[in-house]
């Protein structure tokens, strides 16, 4: 019998033109590679997932990164073309590719648009040339704008990612800034804050002093005036750094944060099954050379617990704005002490439950990684 639950495929590619001082994304340098060789190996990976999902049809694909616009053309067809004949696609399927402003060709973005690729998101970061050069990126605010243009001309749908709250930037200045980006008329927008993340070279050089992140209240301002503008445009939060109209949502992120099923291949790539009435976890071997090695341990799987399940389905789920359902019979409910504590945070006006509706409240969202410690712990 047909199960037309949500699911959708993960693609991750993992090299990039060069390595951002910020970022801990599962990367490499990016260097000439056997598409053949890519090509042949997730064709198989997606194979062996179609086994394990029979009767269901996509809703989403995603090609993440890394920098997959860099990805030969081939491998990205392949791709598409074996989601087509394993799966089939639901109607007014979402299929996203993440790109660099520097790979914006008009020609190379109608290339992934006649491939079937309809939703692109750029990796814009900022529309200030001294934020780029600070954040380490190839391309400035000129480029990026005309990489957005070029990407409003040609796909159904475009969104691109800036990262704000940086170390010395003032609220007037990111809401100019915002402002420009708003005026883009894009249906979606991504706003992450900086994360200093262990590891980068961003990490080394505030550890060494050589500069300071913007502090928690510069922090929490910036986060408000983005809500503010963001809803204002008629692009209200989603979700924590996401916002858009609300036909304009990502399908594919809406999968993690709802807890839905996805599938995940390529280098390092994480996915999750409901197979049998067990949820399973795989992740896909890390490094580009164990992963095109072939060998059949590729992949790792995990069932996971109903503990892990509920800290799953929380941390996904009270990220959106929506929320997450806690069922009659949830296993959340199993605790009576987790019980009391969310009483306790209801009352401190953290969160709400509203016909089974579990929500953060603005407050709530500004502290949900204390939130979601209340709640599991
Ligand atoms: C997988 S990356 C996109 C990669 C794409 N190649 C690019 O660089 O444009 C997804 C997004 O995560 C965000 N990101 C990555 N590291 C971050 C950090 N340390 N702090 C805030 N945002 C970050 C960036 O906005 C980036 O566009």
């Known amino acids: 019998m047909a199960n037309h639950t949500p699911l959708g495929v993960y693609v991750h590619w993992p090299y990039c033109a060069r390595i951002c001082p910020y970022c801990d994304f599962n990367i490499y340098k990016n260097k000439a590679l056997d598409a053949a060789r890519w090509a042949e190996m997730l064709t198989r990976d997606l ?53 660099n402003p520097t790979d914006a060709e008009q020609s190379h973005f109608e290339a992934l648009a006649a491939a079937g690729v309809n939703r692109l998101s750029l990796g814009v970061q900022s529309l200030r040339d001294d934020a780029l050069a600070f954040l380490g990126r190839d391309h400035d605010a000129a480029s990026a704008r005309r990489a957005i243009e070029t990407a409003q001309r040609t796909f159904k749908r475009t969104t691109f990612d800036l990262i704000y709250a940086r170390p010395g930037q003032t609220l ?34 505030v550890a060494a002093g050589r500069w300071a992140p913007a502090t928690e209240d510069q922090c929490a301002d910036q986060f408000d005036l983005a809500q503010e503008m963001t809803a204002d445009a008629g692009l209200p939060a989603y979700e924590i750094s996401n916002h858009a109209a609300q036909d304009a949502r990502s399908r594919h992120n809406l999968i993690y944060w709802n807890y839905h099923d996805y599938i995940g291949v390529g280098p390092g790539a994480h996915g999750r099954l409901s197979i049998d009435g067990r949820r399973l976890a ?96």
Not at 70 to 98: K, M, N, Q, S, Y
Not at 173 to 196: C, M, P
Not at 330 to 359: K, M, P, S
């Open 47 to 99: 194979e062996l997932m179609a086994a394990r999902t029979p009767n269901r049809k996509l809703t989403s694909l995603y090609f993440g990164g890394g920098t997959p616009s860099l990805a030969p053309l081939d491998v990205i067809d392949a791709v598409i073309c074996t989601c087509e004949r394993l799966w089939g696609f639901e109607p007014g399927p979402e299929i996203t590719i993440e790109a």
């Open 172 to 205: 007037s200045a990111w809401r100019d800034e915002l402002g420009e980006a708003l005026n883009f008329g894009v249906g979606h927008l991504s706003l992450y804050q900086l994360t200093i993340e262990p590891g980068t070279a961003f990490a080394k050089a």
């Open 282 to 377: 795989t992740e896909a071997a890390k490094t580009p050379a164990d992963y095109l090695s072939g060998g059949a341990d590729r992949y790792v799987t995990e069932v996971l617990d109903e503990t892990a399940q509920l800290v799953e389905r929380l941390t996904m789920g009270l990220r959106l704005t929506d929320g997450v359902t806690l069922y009659a019979d949830d296993y959340f409910y199993a605790d009576e002490r987790r019980t009391e504590r969310l009483h306790a945070l209801i009352d401190d006006g953290l969160v709400t439950l509203d016909c089974g509706r579990l929500r953060a409240t603005v407050n709530g969202r500004r502290v949900l990684n204390a939130v979601l410690y209340e709640l599991l712990r």
